[in-house]
């Protein structure tokens, strides 16, 4: 779909030593402080220059949301166009999707292979890859009239039609189906999509890894893998109230893969909350971390088992490649904030966010709206398909 022209060799060269770079940045943290070593990174982080290369449909999808996400205003007599910062755009998911450290590609091992044909049978072996994909945008919300995006407005309004006619008599008070009002703050809808963008995101990125390996991303853009509107059990919790008991014992024998915990802020570990129940309900009183927890059950749901929830797999590629797990918990895949914008892309990390708690409480990036946005990436690691798997390291 997507056939743009950029320096080849450029961006080669960029791709094949950002990993070692980065590695020698000594930013163990998760934040993206400093990228000037990515010159390549800078000049392509604009999705705009990849107009009018030949795709209509690519520029008119990118023309319509830069229209939806500005606002013209009159200053001095005189109309201005600025940016509008409540919503969340394709640049925006651009800009946070092509950062080289975050894909952290490397060389893992590799695979071992049994390769039959008709009077031989040989071993072959192929090099093992991993990286980390933008897989996918997670909106976080109160309103279904007043959602964080405007690409994903369809999706949204297919869903609250969905949800109106088969759940909206069941929903409860505090999780009602448009819960706008301050005593559900604690509720949060969520809508998982595929990120609209992964194509072109494959098409630049994975397309010059490839010379060596790359996992393609298994998302279909646009794609609704999970949407709290037609998910009653987002809202009632029945099989999670179910295994309260087991989510009970695991905080106990298991707590660094269900309690979420900031040791950053506080030796002792400030608590952001947990990943169960998997649930809309959070009971952290900060509107971002409870967003952000919301946002990572979702994650959660889309790539592991989900019990009776109502969602749609986010699987893997199928073009000839051996795939190795790639799911979403507290110790796999990354995350990005895209709104707020003040926020957006400083950190490329596992949950919670560095910098949000603190002793006094939080310093947590606010939108009046209340409306959050993630990026949610998945962590890859393939070998390119030669025969029949019987191994590797």
Same mark, same amino acid.
């Given at each position: ?7 080849? $060799?450029?961006?080669? $060269? ?8 980065? =590695?020698? %940045? ?25 107009? @009018?290369? &030949?795709?209509?449909?690519? +520029? ?16 001095? @007599? ?53 990286? *980390? ?11 279904? %009239? ?9 999706? %949204? ?26 005593? &559900? ?12 963008? $992964? ?14 390996? *790359? ?49 950053? =802020?506080?030796? =002792? ?10 649930? #809309?309900?959070?009971? %952290? ?6 967003? =952000? ?35 979403? +918990? ?30 006094? #409480? ?27 798997? $019987? #191994? &590797?390291?």
């Amino acid at each position: 779909m997507f056939n743009f022209k950029i320096n080849a $060799i450029a961006l080669v $060269i960029t791709l094949f030593t950002a990993p070692v770079m980065a =590695a020698n %940045n000594n930013n163990n943290s998760g934040v993206d402080t400093d990228n000037s070593y990515f010159p390549v990174q800078d000049r392509y982080s604009d999705v705009n220059q990849f107009i @009018g290369q &030949g795709d209509n449909s690519f +520029d008119a999808m990118i023309a319509e949301d830069n229209k939806a996400n500005t606002i013209v205003t009159t200053v001095g @007599g005189k109309k201005v166009t600025l940016k509008n910062d409540s919503k969340s755009s394709l640049a925006d998911d651009w800009k946070a999707g092509f950062d080289l450290q975050c894909v952290d590609w490397k060389i893992t091992g590799g695979c071992i292979w049994l390769k039959f044909e008709i009077f031989s049978v040989s071993v072959k072996t192929s090099l093992k890859v991993s990286h *980390y994909s933008p897989d996918a945008i997670v909106e976080v919300f109160h309103d279904i %009239n007043n959602t964080p995006t405007s690409y994903a407005k369809l999706n %949204n309004k297919v869903a609250k039609s969905l949800g109106n006619s088969l759940f909206s008599k069941v929903a409860l008070k505090g999780n009602k189906m448009n819960n706008n009002d301050s005593e &559900g703050d604690g509720f949060h809808d969520v809508h998982v999509m595929g990120n609209p963008l $992964i194509t072109m995101h494959d098409s630049i990125i994975g397309t010059m890894y490839n010379q060596i390996g *790359y996992c393609d991303s298994g998302a279909t853009p646009f794609k609704t893998y999970m949407h709290s509107f037609t998910d009653i059990e987002w809202r009632l919790g029945i099989w999670e109230t179910v295994n309260a008991f087991r989510y009970a014992y695991m905080s106990i024998t298991d707590k660094a893969s269900v309690q979420i915990n900031d040791y950053d =802020a506080n030796p =002792a570990g400030a608590l952001w909350g947990s990943l169960y129940p998997r649930i #809309g309900t959070t009971e %952290n009183p900060s509107p971002f971390i409870g967003a =952000a927890i919301s946002a990572l059950r979702a994650g959660v749901l889309v790539t592991n088992s989900s019990g009776i929830h109502t969602v749609m797999k986010m699987g893997r590629s199928t073009d000839g490649k051996q795939f190795f797990d790639n799911k979403v +918990d507290l110790q796999n895949g990354k995350w990005k904030v895209l709104l707020p914008k003040k926020f957006a892309g400083e950190q490329c990390t596992t949950m919670p966010f560095s910098g949000v708690s603190n002793y006094a #409480g939080t310093n947590e990036p606010k939108t009046d709206s209340r409306n959050y946005v993630f990026q949610m990436w998945r962590k890859y690691v393939c070998c390119e398909r030669k025969g029949a798997y $019987i #191994g &590797g390291w």
